[in-house]
């Protein structure tokens, strides 16, 4: 379960609307956070300072009131009764079965109702679905209720933190104080009030300033509820401000837990395993990309990593030309007022570089979509040339906060395999199957496999509620028609239309957000796009914005972790390494490896003449070379070469011209195990 409290920053944005959606795994890698009440580095004193309790108590009162009277109107224990009830009144709780018992409205809490099913489902149950939202254990029912109790078997109940996550996090508290506020030193430590039964949250677009987190440690099981701390482990604990910049200091805790200590060794083992996998650590040991203080979140490719970054972008070129789509390129310099006409201005100006161009304020372009709407408005249109699909590589930029930038998984200059369809009605449906059938030939090739969420309006959507109800309507029947499991999000979609999120799947186990599919209608109405119809009268298109890989350097890092450096040969920028026996055979070994690269194929050589033969192969099969080639005086003699893999299976010796001709086969045909079908 992970305990997620606190942001630290905005959402990633997606390839247009700026919202990732799913966090990634990498992202997460340092650990949910919770903000508590903390200590400015200057005070070193035993008790509390009196203006960061007045400050807590406060805070504490208004999340008790907001949890108090959230109710149906606010999407917050809702009843299917509808409507606030005065305390006591009595209420009906439907379980699955059918089964019913009865409750008091703002009384019965569903760990009573747990308690009372018996079986021990008390000590189970992690989060409560009530009236389809999921709410923490201790927090009384309101009217009637549809109520499900969640255990840690559960996606839910492994995200929610609970009651079971202030418990732990109280513990490692408890810790911290006997340890003499160890923390200090990194930036202050815990409050020394009791930490606030509702979990306080970071100011939404206040992101808490990053501190220095000390070791992780480990927080025992103890006893409340009957011995319901899970076992769990102290990942950080770090200074944070509230606001940023001259904010007020709070301490941000993070952590996980688990049932068992089985589960928490094998989480433990998965960290060592994603540690060892990390893409930072791949990028500096293969030489792929670096990044510069002199430009902070914008990374440096090296001739290796541009080699997987343009494999994977002419892979989705290729995909473009068998399905229909025309490449574009776009300006990356518009005037703001673009972004006020698309919508996105009031939504991420804070996200968006402004550049100073007198006499005029110029931006620096965070998405493609309103220049493709610009595109499409240059002249008029027919309805004979839809669906028009335009593709984008363009180099996009947002303004993500210093404290957020995470090796190639956040970044402020990027690129997107950025795509938008310009359709009519009618072809909507049919467009939208092309797009999910292009993510699954995408991600079978790539290794991954995935899992769909349609995500719904959220608060702040622009147009009306019937337009957003039609669009929902038509991306579920998609869903249905694709025949895989979807999961919905509620409140999860772009402010311009509902999408389909696509979380992968990595070796790991872990889940990324990558791909989406997003139905626009409210961009043709505020740039006004017409076509002429059938009958010769106007009529508007319907946008649909997608994207498979998403960010292509995201992409990179996601599977530089998940093949842990071990790159598939179409991608790999260590395709085959020249090995020569003795120095009297490096010119042949030159030879060799001019003949591979004049072919398509990444080959280095290891001339070292200070290393024997066995720690050269040795060396290579250790940095990760799909194949190694090694020349002697009989390969020069006949013009072959003897082939190994990286997993020493010996392939013997091949006339040169056949294992460039294999080479090529296996690469062009993007096959992930070729050293296996050599």
Sequence with gaps: MRLRRGEDGVAEPGPCSGGRGGASAMAARAGPRLLLAGAPRRHRVSGPDPERLRLFQRLRAAAAAAERWDGPGDGAGGGAGGGRLPPGTPIRI??????????????????????????????????????????????PLECDTDLELLDFSTPEGREHPGHRGRLLLRRAHGQQDRAERGAAGAGGGLCHVRPCPTPLRAPRGHPPA????????????????????????GLQSSAALWGGAGGRSLQRVAAVAFPSAQELEQWERAQDEAAQRDHRRIGKDQELFFFHKFSPGSCFFLPRGAHV???????????????GFSEVVTPNLFSPQLWELSGHWQHYSPHIFSVPATPETLS????????????????????????????????????????TLTG?????????????????????????????????????????????????RPDGFLGDPETWDRAEQQLERSLQNFGQPWELSPGDGAFYGPKIDIQIRDALGRQHQCGTIQLDFQMPERFELEYASPSGGPARPVLVHRAVLGSVERMVAVLAESCGGRWPLWLSPLQAVVIPQTPEVEDYAREVQAVLRRGGLMADLDGDPGTTLARKIRRAQLAHYNFQLVVGRRERERGTVSVRTRENRQLGELELPRVLRRLRELRDGRVPDAERRF
């Design 364 to 403: 620096l372009k965070p998405m493609n979509c309103p220049a493709h709407c610009l595109m499409f408005a240059h002249r008029p249109r027919s309805w004979r040339e839809l669906p028009l699909r335009l593709a984008d590589f363009g180099v996009l930029h947002r303004n993500e906060p210093p404290g």
């Design 408 to 456: 190639l998984t956040r970044v402020r200059r990027f690129q997107q395999d950025d795509a938008h369809i310009f359709c009519t009605l009618e072809q909507l449906e049919s467009e939208i199957d092309s797009s999910l059938d292009f993510i699954r030939t995408v991600y079978a090739v790539l290794g991954f496999s995935f899992r769909l969420a349609l995500a719904t």
């Design 94 to 139: 439907a379980l699955p079965g059918g089964r019913r018992l009865p409750g008091r409205a703002l009384q019965t809490t569903p760990f009573q109702v747990a308690t009372e099913l018996g079986a021990g489902l008390a000590e189970a149950a992690l989060v409560a679905r009530v009236n389809g939202t999921l709410q923490d254990l201790d927090r």
């Design 210 to 233: 990053a501190g220095r987190a000390p070791p992780a440690q480990q927080i025992p099981a103890g006893a409340a509820r009957g011995g319901d701390i899970p076992h769990g482990h």
């Design 309 to 323: 970054y343009n494999a994977l972008v002419e892979f989705i070129r290729s995909e473009y030309r068998a399905r």
